[in-house]
């Protein structure tokens, strides 16, 4: 039973910064590449960014176009947690927002599982 649980959504003003953190249960962790990716209202979802297991010395990380310079994502394996760090919002970054975990880390990876998602609301 694999249980991704996000928190840390909210309102927020534009120019605000918020993390949100997926604490995961039921998986073997650091084997998973970690993902967020975000549902903003009447449109699809759609991939944010992502966070490989531990490779050689570092980790790698990928992120769309639309958030790079201003996301970022990080993990701490010994909490079983993966966190998006969000800078310098926008309204138009208002949507809700879902932790994934997959076997690939690249730009826009097939992910295995969900979370049910956290909102985020930018104002203007």
């Known amino acids: 039973q694999v249980q991704l649980v996000e928190s840390g959504g909210g309102l927020v003003q534009a120019g605000g910064s918020l993390r949100l953190s997926c604490a995961a249960s039921?998986?073997?962790?650091?084997?998973?590449?970690m993902g967020w990716f975000r549902q903003a209202p009447g449109k699809e979802r759609e991939f944010v960014g992502v966070?490989?297991?531990?490779?050689?010395?570092?980790?790698?990380?990928y992120y769309a176009d639309s958030v790079k310079g201003r996301f970022t994502v990080s993990r701490d394996n010994a909490k079983n947690t993966v966190y998006l760090q969000m800078n310098s919002l926008n309204p138009e970054d208002t949507a809700v927002y879902y932790c994934a975990a997959g076997r690939i880390a690249s730009t826009n990876p097939p992910m295995d599982y969900w979370g049910k998602g956290t909102l985020v609301t930018v104002s203007s």
């Open positions: 039921g998986l073997t962790f650091n084997s998973y590449a």
């Open positions: 966070i490989s297991r531990s490779l050689g010395i570092t980790y790698y990380r």
